[in-house]
T-cell receptor
């Protein structure tokens, strides 16, 4: 079962920052938080992941609370192309052989409004 | 950068026929995963392979089988197709040693008539 809770849907104005929350209150110490997105039936696209510290790459920033029970994905300047379903997934950091799958929850459907 | 390649991209089959989907991982990636996404649903894990050995298994029907070959490409074989098998099938690959992020291919859309 998915270990995360996300809002079903969100809207964001084009050009503004999109902040997508994720609750993972049962996360264990050796689990990463991964974010993927899926744009209309395309293959899920990797965005970013983190363990404890905040992370930033060319696509987004990931803010993880100190207790690691929740996180926020930030798309700094949302464009229409960012309209997608965003999935927050927790996964073991050191994958044990036989425990590598990604478990997708229902995700957040983000709509960027012109 | 090279990505995961899946073929065919679209496939139409009749009930009770068989289908074979192929996945070519990113170069140097030795682990392959298969996911199924039904209409209006989220991706569900089917099966994975590491170094040609099955490493994990999800809710994959007995009618489905898969393998990974010496060049690390993988094939998902589906027999006795049912209408409910109509779905998107995604393959992902990862570099197991150290960097375990899974990167997904564009998917194969299977339609069973």
């Amino acid at each position: 079962d998915a270990k995360t809770t996300q809002p079903t849907s969100m809207d964001c104005a084009e050009g503004r920052a999109a902040n997508l929350p994720c609750n993972h209150s049962t996360i264990s110490g050796n689990e990463y938080v991964y974010w993927y997105r899926q744009i209309h039936s395309q293959g899920p696209q990797y965005i970013i992941h983190g363990l404890k510290n905040n992370e930033t790459n060319e696509m987004a920033s990931l803010i993880i609370t100190e207790d690691r029970k929740s996180s926020t994905l930030i798309l700094p300047h949302a464009t229409l192309r960012d309209t997608a379903v965003y999935y927050c997934i927790v996964r073991e950091a050191l994958s044990n052989f036989g425990n590598e799958k990604l478990t997708f929850g229902t995700g957040t459907r983000l709509t960027i409004i012109p | 950068a090279a990505g995961v390649i899946q073929s065919p991209r679209h496939l139409i089959k009749e009930k009770r026929e068989t289908a074979t989907l192929k996945c070519y991982p990113i170069p140097r990636h030795d682990t392959v995963y298969w996911y199924q996404q039904g209409p209006g649903q989220d991706p569900q894990f089917l099966i994975s392979f590491y170094e040609k050995m099955q490493s994990d298994k999800g809710s994959i029907p007995d009618r489905f089988s898969a393998q990974q070959f010496s060049d690390y490409h993988s094939e998902l074989n589906m027999s006795s197709l049912e209408l409910g098998d109509s779905a998107l099938y995604f393959c992902a690959s990862s570099l197991r040693a150290g960097v375990d992020t899974q990167y997904f291919g564009p998917g194969t859309r299977l339609t069973v008539l």
